[in-house]
T-cell receptor
Framework: SQELEQSPQSLIVQEGKNLTINCTSSKTLYGLYWYKQKYGEGLIFLMMLQKGGEEKSHEKITAKLDEKKQQSSLHITASQPSHAGIYLCGAGTSGTYKYIFGTGTRLKVLA | EAQVTQNPRYLITVTGKKLTVTCSQNMNHEYMSWYRQDPGLGLRQIYYSMNVEVTDKGDVPEGYKVSRKEKRNFPLILESPSPNQTSLYFC??????????????FGEGSRLTVL
């Protein structure tokens, strides 16, 4: 079965610093979703990637899907305290109606 | 406003007392699904529905039931809750049933504690 692994599991950065979160799949990705979650709250959709090499940006957050479609990275430029939360990657398993998610990366931004 | 609404948001119950968590979407979505989120285990899919009267098991269906009698509603039923079902539950929906065809919209979550 397909699995998603996120790294790092947690991250503490100083405000203004750049950071990257990775999501690696055990199988080819046909859709990769990034969500942000405030602790214990709902999931906010950030972006969805489908094509190898595709890159999308939302404000200061950029996500990319590698050419082989097995890894995605989420990059935050000039981090702010408002970026703090849990970042989750998710994917639909190919040819099915099922979704899987990574275990999340907890981000803390120090002011 | 387009949204997925879950109720209740918080619930404390006792072992064996049947409960239902409701989920409703107002976007005419074909696909609806339930997840539970546990520390260290991430988000795991419980059940999903591709359309009215069509449901199937996700990765962790044991102890749960669902039904899809109307397109907008997808309740999660715990017939005899046990403490290991204490978790944060999310309902989600998508316009198309097939995975990876569009955004998956999530509800605000329902925090369930079973004593």
């Amino acid at each position: 079965s397909q699995e998603l692994e996120q790294s790092p599991q947690s991250l503490i950065v100083q405000e203004g610093k750049n950071l990257t979160i990775n999501c690696t799949s055990s199988k080819t990705l046909y859709g990769l979703y990034w969500y942000k979650q405030k602790y214990g709250e709902g999931l906010i959709f950030l972006m969805m990637l489908q094509k190898g090499g595709e890159e999308k940006s939302h404000e200061k957050i950029t996500a990319k899907l590698d050419e082989k479609k097995q890894q995605s990275s989420l990059h935050i430029t000039a981090s702010q305290p408002s970026h703090a939360g849990i970042y989750l990657c998710g994917a639909g398993t190919s040819g099915t109606y099922k979704y899987i998610f990574g275990t999340g990366t907890r981000l803390k931004v120090l002011a | 406003e387009a949204q997925v609404t879950q109720n209740p948001r918080y619930l404390i119950t006792v072992t064996g007392k049947k409960l239902t968590v409701t989920c409703s979407q107002n976007m005419n979505h074909e696909y609806m699904s339930w997840y539970r989120q546990d520390p260290g285990l991430g988000l795991r899919q419980i059940y999903y529905s591709m359309n009215v009267e069509v449901t199937d098991k996700g990765d962790v269906p044991e102890g749960y039931k669902v039904s899809r009698k109307e397109k907008r509603n997808f309740p999660l039923i715990l017939e005899s809750p046990s403490p290991n079902q204490t978790s944060l539950y999310f309902c989600a929906s998508s316009f198309f049933a097939k995975a990876n065809t569009g955004e998956l919209f999530f509800g605000e979550g329902s925090r369930l504690t079973v004593l």
